[in-house]
């Protein structure tokens, strides 16, 4: 057990007479609070996951509702995608223990940030947005669908939106550097241009995939598999299945960065998994996909943890995890919990057995704050509180506890042929109004392109200037 430290009212252990009944009132009030600190998981009882879950969700509000942003919508502090992400794992929970006291948020948050054209592109961050921020909320929107989340009636559908991101991305896969793929960011002017990374294409393959399976519209299965196969000639996804981070144009995608993060494998494994249900399992390379990075995920099951418990090992050991890092292992579990629904059981038995025990781990990281049930974390150090806190924290809790608590629903998740109530456009967004996917590129287009760039890197570097002038 993690012991903290508690203080007498005189701020020190020293002992007086005169204040030993207050001292001993004091130690008292500690050990009763150390035997109740952490949140008890009980993995096969369903009520037990509910009502952790429910927990730890009311405290990651908590942060939500006390952000400086909170008079925008679904806009966190300094950041914008994990709005996404946290809708996504809240639609998850919602959909799982039935509890709805989150739903008007989600949806006042989903809908705000929708963009202009219904493609979760708002103008007011557009310029900073990378092409793996966009497709989170696509994937929230998509699951959003998929759970049958209540939509309201003067808004666009569900499937509609993540269509729209699918639109609006399609049109940015890049023939002219290594045959294909997205770049990272989506702005010449950005860090990360000359880059393509696994979760911005991992990303896309995932919501094509899954729009296949929901709409049985056949041209988001061709994107996926398209996208599946560029990052196969790629470090992205080896055949030995290790997934690089990042691989670079200038290198003609040969070169690789090796960061190992549990949502990159998330997002090809659950791809594959929506992928190999489309076909019927009629192509064998969509379960073998599925196999081969849930052996290779192994990684991220440590010696630390008995090889039970998850960790995003490029940062947790060295306690160097930023804030995005911290709500990686939220989508692995997550995303493979709903997949086993749609694959063969034995294939993620063993991986669905390990989050049962990170779900109790994870529990018992959620021993901090002055309520000792604020989660870290670091699930391998159990009940050693590892001293964090935030939503972030909360969030990967919730993900191991939603993905718990899946087998005892054993449904889902719904498509246009069982149950699915969210209508497809396939022309939602702006980007396409006569069918899927982009046209050629034309000259014409390549010199729009480039003198709207040109356009906008000018007006970058103007404001730059501006603010570094004092305003004057």
């Given at each position: 057990m993690h012991f903290f430290r508690c203080r007498s009212p005189l701020g020190s252990w020293q002992m007086r007479p005169v204040i030993m009944s207050r001292w001993l009132a004091t130690l008292l009030a500690c050990l009763l609070i150390q035997n109740v600190i952490a949140i008890e998981v009980n993995p096969e009882d369903e009520t037990s996951l509910k009502n952790a879950a429910k927990t730890v969700a009311t405290t990651m509000m908590d942060f939500y509702n006390a952000r400086a942003s909170k008079d925008i919508p679904?806009?966190?502090?300094?950041?914008?995608?994990?709005?996404?992400?946290?809708?996504?794992?809240?639609?998850?929970?919602?959909?799982?223990?039935?509890?709805?006291?989150?739903?008007?948020?989600?949806q006042e948050g989903m809908y705000w940030q929708k963009g202009d054209d219904n493609d979760f592109f708002p103008s007011n961050y557009s310029q900073y947005l990378g092409n793996d921020d966009q497709v989170f909320w696509g994937l929230a929107a998509i699951t959003a669908g998929e759970l049958n989340f209540p939509e309201r009636e003067d808004e666009?559908?569900?499937?509609?939106?993540?269509?729209?991101?699918?639109?609006?991305?399609?049109?940015?896969?890049?023939?002219?550097n290594c045959g294909g793929g997205l770049r990272w960011q989506i702005w010449p002017y950005q860090d990360g241009y000359s880059l393509k990374n696994a979760i911005s294409n991992g990303g896309l393959f995932q919501l094509s995939a899954r729009l296949a399976l929901?709409?049985?519209?056949?041209?988001?299965?061709?994107?996926?598999?398209?996208?599946?196969?560029?990052?196969a000639s790629t470090p992205l996804l080896r055949k030995t299945w290790v997934i690089a981070d990042?691989?670079?144009?200038?290198?003609?995608?040969?070169?690789?960065?090796?960061?190992?993060?549990?949502?990159?494998?998330?997002?090809?494994?659950?791809?594959?998994?929506?992928?190999h249900n489309y076909t019927n399992g009629t192509e064998g390379k969509w379960l073998e996909g599925v196999s081969g990075l849930i052996k290779t995920s192994d990684q991220f099951f440590p010696e630390s943890g008995g090889k039970q418990i998850i960790s995003d090992i490029t940062c947790e050991p060295i306690n160097k995890c930023d804030r995005n890092q911290k709500t990686f292992k939220a989508y692995f579990t997550g995303w493979l919990g709903f997949m086993s629904l749609i694959v063969p059981a034995n294939v993620t038995a063993e991986v669905m057995g390990k989050f049962k025990v990170s779900a109790v781990a994870a529990g018992q990281q959620c021993s901090g704050g002055s309520d000792g049930k604020h989660c870290g974390i670091r699930w391998t150090k159990k009940a050693e509180w590892d001293g964090t806190m935030g939503l972030e924290q909360q969030m990967s809790v919730l993900g191991v506890l939603n993905a718990a608590m899946v087998p005892f629903k054993a449904q889902g998740p719904y498509n246009s042929d069982n149950g699915g109530t969210s209508r497809s456009d396939p022309h939602g967004g702006s980007n396409t109004k006569e069918s899927v996917g982009p046209g050629p590129v034309t000259t014409g287009d390549r010199v729009g392109a480039g003198i709207l760039t040109a356009v906008l890197v000018i007006l970058w570097v103007g404001a730059v200037t501006f603010m570094l002038a004092g305003g004057k």
């Open positions: 679904g806009k966190m502090d300094d950041t914008w995608w994990e709005g996404g992400s946290m809708f996504m794992t809240l639609i998850q929970y919602w959909y799982l223990t039935g509890d709805s006291q989150f739903n008007d948020a989600i666009p559908s569900w499937i509609s939106l993540a269509e729209g991101v699918f639109n609006g991305q399609i049109p940015r896969w890049d023939m002219n929901y709409t049985k519209n056949a041209t988001y299965a061709e994107w996926a598999e398209k996208i599946w196969d560029w990052s990042t691989t670079t144009n200038a290198a003609s995608c040969k070169d690789h960065g090796d960061h190992q993060w549990t949502y990159n494998y998330a997002t090809y494994i659950n791809g594959a998994g929506y992928m």
